[in-house]
């Protein structure tokens, strides 16, 4: 049994001048030392002894190797799409898992409020906005995702993180379908390829963002948005990996 009482390296502390890499490092070791998640990934113990092992080392550089490869491991696990459910996703020109990292995680906790809705579009199994909930506890996540398979293994994160259900809502459907409108707080990692298709999903959720005057944050990881928002969006933040949008209350 391994000790998930564990306090924030104090490096870390420094590096990023918040604790969330702690919560994210918790929270990572909960799901995988959890039976049910071990069931489904008989292998995950050999990336959790190489984490804790890091940590016995106390060296920076191996213990966020470790992390983040576990943190892979957690976030591809379930990638099974039905025979429907694929061509859809060939209709799209559409992308399979691909972990948008931890740094958008640490950044979101300055926008996400206790009141917050946030909606992931394409969410996997969940990971990303599970970890947002751990990181920052607000009202509700939409985990919208198309393959039946990843909602049920994310059903069994969340429950081995113990977010409740009130929390977290899985939409099973396609993108295009789904209301954002509730929303405050966006989440997207490049869905698909912008052409053909793809360009008529990415036209789809630039209307869906663009209705209504509610105040709305976006961030897009490996960001494909930007040619399809208006000009009611502005950038605020780009590194290259994301790319953060504002859009203002009176939409101007």
């Given amino acids: 049994m391994y000790n998930l009482d564990m306090t924030i390296h104090p490096q870390w502390e420094n590096r990023f001048s918040e604790k969330q ?6 929270s ?7 039976s049910a998640v071990q069931s489904e ?40 799409y039905s025979p429907s459910e694929i061509e ?23 926008f996400i409020k206790p ?6 579009l394409g969410a996997g199994n969940g990971l990303q906005g599970l ?29 081995s993180l113990g977010i409740s259900s009130d929390r977290i809502e ?15 707080f966006i989440y997207i990692y490049r869905p698909a390829k912008p052409i053909d298709r793809g360009r008529e999903l990415y036209q789809s959720i630039a209307r869906k963002l663009s209705a209504g005057n509610k105040p709305l944050i976006i961030f897009s990881v490996a960001d494909c948005l930007a040619a399809f928002l208006d000009k ?19 939409g101007f």
């Fill in 21 to 26: 890499m702690a919560v994210i490092a918790k």
């Fill in 28 to 34: 990572l070791l909960e799901l995988a030392t959890y």
């Fill in 41 to 80: 990934m008989p292998d995950l113990d050999l990336y959790v002894k190489d984490f804790m092992s890091a940590l016995d080392e106390k060296d920076l550089s191996s213990i966020e190797d470790a992390l983040l490869t576990l943190y892979i491991q957690l976030h591809n696990a379930g990638f099974r």
């Fill in 88 to 110: 859809i996703l060939k209709k799209r020109n559409a992308y399979l898992c691909h972990p948008g990292g931890l740094s958008p995680l640490i950044m979101a906790k300055k």
């Fill in 115 to 120: 009141e917050s809705i946030v909606a992931d």
């Fill in 131 to 159: 970890l947002l909930q751990r990181i920052c506890p607000h009202r509700k996540t939409l985990q919208i995702e198309l393959s039946s398979e990843l909602i049920r293994l994310g059903k069994i994160f969340q429950e």
């Fill in 170 to 184: 899985w939409i099973h459907d396609d993108i295009v379908n789904v209301s954002i409108d509730t929303a405050d």
């Fill in 232 to 250: 009611r969006f502005s950038v605020f933040y780009t590194d290259g990996h994301l790319t953060c949008f504002i859009k203002n209350r009176n």
